[in-house]
């Protein structure tokens, strides 16, 4: 597994998975541990590489080792933290799928804007859904639905079987 940490401000900075990758989108649900799960899956049947994809802010970085209250860390800091906590969500989903070549990429950027743009070249993204609907949506928006209707690629939301 290779990691890439990587402090995104403007769209050119999101840089694309290969053409021959499956990107997909976790930020640390149970969702998006399906959706990996899928991802990895369909990974291994079409010999394909995996391009896991984290957007972070300041707000949902976690806080990196060695934070003491009332300071602020780096970017660099919270990169690194969002980076290695990416990379202890995927090793284990990863290492039922040896055969598979998995990248995790950590991204400065609103979720929907990394996940687009990574996958702007891939043969696919694959993102979980929260099932949150109704209102909720409707004010918050949600990322499943942006990459369905914006991705240059396909898109496989994968929703928990009791979603319906």
Do not use: K, N
Not at 65 to 84: I, R
């Amino acid at each position: 597994m290779t990691t890439d940490r990587l402090i995104s401000e403007t769209p050119d900075d999101v840089e694309p998975a290969a053409p021959t990758a499956l990107v997909v989108g976790h930020d640390g649900s149970d969702c998006a541990s399906r959706a990996l799960g899928t991802a990895l899956q369909l990974a291994a049947e079409l010999g394909a590489p995996v391009t896991v994809v984290r957007a972070w802010s300041m707000v949902t970085a976690p806080r990196p080792p060695g934070w003491t209250f009332g300071t602020v860390p780096s970017t660099d800091e919270l990169a690194a933290a969002v980076t290695a906590e990416l990379e202890d969500d995927v090793r284990a989903p990863a290492a039922a799928f040896p055969g598979v070549e998995v990248t995790c990429r950590a991204y400065h950027a609103g979720p929907v804007r990394a996940l687009i743009d990574a996958a702007r070249e891939a043969r696919m993204l694959v993102v979980g859904s929260r099932g949150v609907g109704g209102l909720r949506e409707m004010v918050l928006g949600s990322v499943s639905d942006q990459c369905v209707r914006y991705a240059a690629c396909p898109v496989l939301v994968v929703r928990d079987r009791a979603e319906g």
